[in-house]
């Protein structure tokens, strides 16, 4: 592994002639390794600056949890993901799906510019307006594919103030609760996000609201009529974003989680459903909002119009729930069983991310099973 602290550590590594794989808070879900392939620590590039403007210069190697601390420090926040060791720019590249992306977007679709080393150790800044097939490129279809970020330029939004919302119970009908929450949970307003997992029995909800407390009870209160049980809320109000994200940082897997997505533009039906409850485990993420109001084709993220994104690790959940899927899958939840994986990830933005990979990498020094 070469750890690279600087641009110019990059170039060097890259003009070695050895191919890289670079890499940040090392979370990728699979190995994008082939032997001989060297990766390339960013970690060391890790600087934040905040300009009064709100915009955000973040080195490539930043990991979450000092994203949110040096946002927090200036009053400032990021659509952006839980797991403070996952990097901003693997994140960002594929997309980043958050508490308060409903409100706000993607990580990606805050990206202002970013600065890039290509392939033949060029350095380039992009953005909206100099080389902005680079930059559509890099908002949404994957690390690794068309060169080393360095370095990401951001619009931050004010730090919200959130309430933070949780439930863990043994519900009496989770069929019913998997049912209302997908009905609900998309269309929710924008300002309030409730992710729902079904673990063996239990479910589990967790959530964000940027509404004042009153209104957030109130939607709560509409979703436990709706699902016709209570639901033992608990909600934790006045936390700024970081400390939410920090209240919320999983403990990271050791090993790579091995699970399977899919993303879902309508309900599951009655019969999947029932078919699926008391299999392995399922997590839902709601989509909907903001995600959904910029054009498939603005970002290579492809997926603009979807209701939620499903992931288990359980094989025979995974098919039962296909049968109602899209069919698309999130570019920063790789699947190697897939069998045509650059069409699930990147849907009619595939011939646009060719296009820009010839012109910027054609001797595909950028390379992993699955790349574009
Ligand atoms: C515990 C956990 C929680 C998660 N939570 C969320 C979440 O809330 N929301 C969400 O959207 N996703 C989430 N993810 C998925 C996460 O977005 C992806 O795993 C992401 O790719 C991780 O980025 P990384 O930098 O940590 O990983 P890495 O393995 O370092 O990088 C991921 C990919 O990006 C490439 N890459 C990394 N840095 C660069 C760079 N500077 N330039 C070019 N390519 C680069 C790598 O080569 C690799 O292909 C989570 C993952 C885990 C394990």
């Not at 080393?148 to 939004?157: I, K, P």
């Not at 820009?356 to 054609?362: E, G, N, S, T």
């Amino acid at each position: 592994m070469l750890h690279c602290r600087t641009v110019e550590d990059v170039v060097a590594a890259i003009k070695s002639g050895d191919r890289v794989i670079p890499r940040g808070g090392g979370h990728c879900f699979v190995d994008r390794r082939s032997p001989g392939d060297v990766l390339l620590d960013l970690t060391g590039l890790n600087t934040i600056e905040v300009r009064a403007d709100g915009v955000a210069t973040i080195g490539a190697g930043a990991l979450l949890g000092q994203v949110y601390d040096a946002l927090h420090a200036a009053g400032r926040g990021l659509p952006a993901g839980c797991g403070e060791t996952v990097g901003i720019a693997g994140l960002t590249l594929g997309g980043g799906i958050g508490l308060i992306g409903r409100r706000y977007g993607l990580t990606c679709d805050r990206l202002l510019g970013a600065q890039v080393v290509l392939a033949d150790g060029t350095v380039v800044d992009c953005d909206a307006s100099c080389e902005p097939d680079l930059f559509w490129a890099l908002r949404g279809a994957g690390g690794g594919q068309f060169g080393v970020v360095t370095s990401l330029r951001f619009d931050t939004v004010p730090e919200p103030i959130t309430t933070r919302i949780s439930a863990t119970w043994v519900p009496r009908d989770p069929e019913v609760l998997v049912a209302v929450w997908q009905a609900w949970a998309p269309d929710a307003p924008d300002d309030l996000t409730l992710n729902l997992t079904i673990d063996g029995p239990r479910a589990i909800l967790v959530g964000a609201s940027l509404l004042p407390v009153e209104p957030t009870q109130a939607l709560l209160a509409e979703f436990a009529d709706l699902v016709g049980t209570p639901v033992p809320f608990e909600l934790r109000a006045g936390m700024p974003l970081s400390a939410v994200k920090a209240s919320f940082g999983e403990a990271m897997p050791d090993e790579r989680p091995r699970i399977r997505s899919e993303f879902f533009e309508q309900s599951l039906s009655d019969d999947v459903l029932g078919a699926l409850i008391g299999g392995g485990r399922l997590a839902f993420t709601a989509m909907g909002g903001a995600y959904n109001r910029i054009a498939a084709d603005a970002t290579a993220f492809a997926h603009r119009n979807q209701r939620f994104l499903l992931e288990t690790a359980n094989e025979r959940s995974w098919s039962i729930a296909h049968a109602d899927g899209s069919g698309r899958v999130y570019p920063n939840f790789p699947d190697l069983s897939l069998t045509d994986g650059p069409a699930a990830y990147h849907g009619e933005n595939l011939g646009r991310l060719r296009a820009v990979k010839q012109a910027y990498d054609p001797d595909r020094f950028f390379n992993f099973p699955q790349a574009v």
